[in-house]
């Protein structure tokens, strides 16, 4: 069985920075892309960024780039988001998910909220 | 490329056959997906290239279209589809969801 599990989020200050984390399990994860999905309070999904299986490609939604580097430790199962320059419409649910494009299989969330 | 979903909200009954569009701003061929979310958990995939129900997804769900505008297509509700749809297109980065459509039963 897939699982996802995501940690590290909490609250922060403007500008301030945090790394989130997702353990995989339950499949050959050095093989799969990745991809981080978020949605703020209420709101809707948004595609925050994806990585391919070695790390070696990244692609980052407009509004992060520069921002936010997605990496991953294929010895230890494990995805990373570290954000800097944190703002306000940063805070969100973080979403870790399988695959590059085509999200079958979610973690369980975890929040950041960015506020003074 | 923007994904606009139509109507927001759709309140149906048990047993009735409920369509939700979905419109791309530009042509994305056949590379779109619809996702259910409940509140408070994440969202499940039902259907890829905007047709091809993922496995294990009730057969009342389908999916149509191609381009610019699909279709979700969900007959003889239930009242475990209560949830939020999104659209997805996936034919180029930065990949973009619709806003919802929210279902009521």
């Known amino acids: 069985e897939v699982q996802l599990v995501e940690s590290g989020g909490h609250l922060v200050q403007p500008g301030g920075s945090l790394r989130l984390s997702c353990v995989a399990s339950?499949?050959?994860?050095?093989?799969?892309?990745m991809s981080w999905v978020r949605q703020a309070p209420g709101k809707g999904l948004e595609w925050v960024a994806n990585?391919?299986?070695?790390?070696?490609?990244?692609h980052y939604m407009d509004s992060v780039e520069g921002r936010f580097t997605i990496s991953r430790d294929n010895a230890k199962n494990s995805l990373f988001l570290e954000m800097s320059s944190l703002k306000a419409e940063d805070t969100a649910v973080y979403y870790c998910?399988?695959?590059?494009?085509?999200?079958?299989?979610w973690g369980q969330g975890t929040l950041v909220t960015v506020s003074s | 490329i923007q994904m606009t979903q139509s109507p927001s909200t759709v309140s149906a009954s048990v047993g009735d056959r409920v369509t939700i569009t979905c419109r791309a701003s530009?042509?994305?061929?056949?590379?779109l997906a619809w996702y259910q979310q409940k509140p408070g958990k994440a969202p499940k995939l039902l259907i890829y290239?905007?047709?091809t129900l993922e496995s294990g997804v009730p057969s009342r769900f389908s999916g149509s279209g191609s381009g610019t505008d699909f279709t979700l297509t969900i007959s003889s509700l239930q009242p475990d589809d209560s949830s939020t749809f999104y659209c997805?297109?996936?034919?180029?980065?930065?990949?973009?969801f619709g806003q919802g459509t929210k279902l009521e039963i």
């Open positions: 998910a399988q695959r590059e494009s085509l999200f079958d299989h």
């Open positions: 339950g499949f050959t994860f050095r093989i799969q892309w």
């Open positions: 990585i391919n299986d070695d790390g070696s490609e990244k």
């Open positions: 530009q042509s994305i061929s056949n590379w």
């Open positions: 290239t905007a047709s």
């Open positions: 997805q297109q996936y034919d180029s980065y930065p990949y973009t």
